[in-house]
């Protein structure tokens, strides 16, 4: 048998946390990568995986043979590019995930121009909004908004994204423009259905930060969908400034509460940490760095 071959399928099933989700990421079928997982058993002479058909979990061994399999394995990539020179053509997978709006606003045009530049790399970008264990999903980078927390993850940052709150001026014919946090309270809220103040607008305002409560009268999960409930006149919101920027050049969407405003963002480029670093993640790090100024 392959026995790196198994290695590799035996890291990747662990990190992606099931058969059926490394047989995606391999491209190959549930069967084959179960077989594979059987053969490296029988091989080894040792369980590696406890399976039953609602979990996987690792034996004693198999979180042994996980942490030096994949230390090998980075060894031997290591070892690849080092054979190779620095100066070697970029190949080989590079798997990205960055938040939708941006991510298909900006991100995907600057990840196409990567490729361009190194053809031989091959591009998986994911747009989600959701939080991703970069591990899990075998992620090499990923773009993040606000405070990061402690983790094993190195960070790059790339700038600050502003946030500000805004509406239609159908919707400010209408109802009016607040002013302040006592107006506010009185017009309905355009959100994400997953924002963690609800009914709620955390603002910072002249004297600090504040949060007005407000009737939520459109959600979604999705930010070019609020930006047209906004437009469309619903209510209020507070929106990223990097997306509604032609919104406003054009007049669709008006700043209110000019002296209010949700807590800027950092925005980092994050990606696992380790003794070897690919090259094509630390090249698509820089690059994304150098294209990105300017954005926020």
Excluded: C
């Excluded at 196409?112 to 999903?137: E, G, K, S, T, W």
């Amino acid at each position: 048998m392959d026995v790196f071959r198994a290695m590799v399928t035996f890291v990747r099933v662990v990190e992606a946390g099931s058969l059926s989700a490394a047989a995606r990421d391999l491209n190959v079928s549930q069967p084959a990568i179960s077989q594979q997982i059987t053969a490296l058993e029988q091989h080894l002479r040792v369980r590696l995986i406890s399976r039953t058909t609602r979990q996987m979990a690792l034996t004693e061994a198999g979180s042994l043979y996980y942490r030096k399999a994949r230390a090998i394995i980075e060894a031997v990539a290591e070892a690849g590019e080092v054979a190779a020179g620095h100066s070697a053509t970029l190949t080989g997978a590079l798997r990205i995930q960055a938040p939708i709006g941006v991510g298909q606003s900006y991100i995907a045009d600057v990840v196409v121009a990567f490729q361009q530049q190194h053809p031989q790399v091959i591009i998986d970008l994911v747009l989600d909004d959701r939080f991703v264990d970069l591990n899990a999903q075998a992620v090499d980078v990923a773009i993040r908004f606000g405070k990061l927390a402690s983790s094993s993850l190195v960070a790059r940052r790339l700038g600050t994204l502003r946030r500000i709150v805004v509406a239609s001026p159908k919707y400010v014919a209408a109802h009016g423009s607040p002013e302040d946090e006592l107006s506010l309270g009185t017009h309905s809220q355009v959100r994400f259905n997953a924002a963690p103040e609800g009914d709620a607008m955390p603002l910072i305002g002249p004297s600090g930060p504040i949060t007005v409560p407000v009737r939520t009268a459109f959600m979604a999960n999705n930010a070019f969908t609020l930006t047209k409930a906004l437009v469309a006149g619903i209510g209020i919101g507070g929106a990223q400034l990097p997306l509604i920027n032609d919104a406003l050049k054009k007049g669709q969407l008006v700043r209110v509460m000019s002296s209010f405003a949700y807590a800027p963002l950092e925005v980092h480029a994050v990606y696992p940490s380790g003794r070897f670093i690919p090259a094509k993640v630390s090249a698509f790090v820089a690059f994304l760095e150098d294209h990105t100024t300017g954005i926020w």
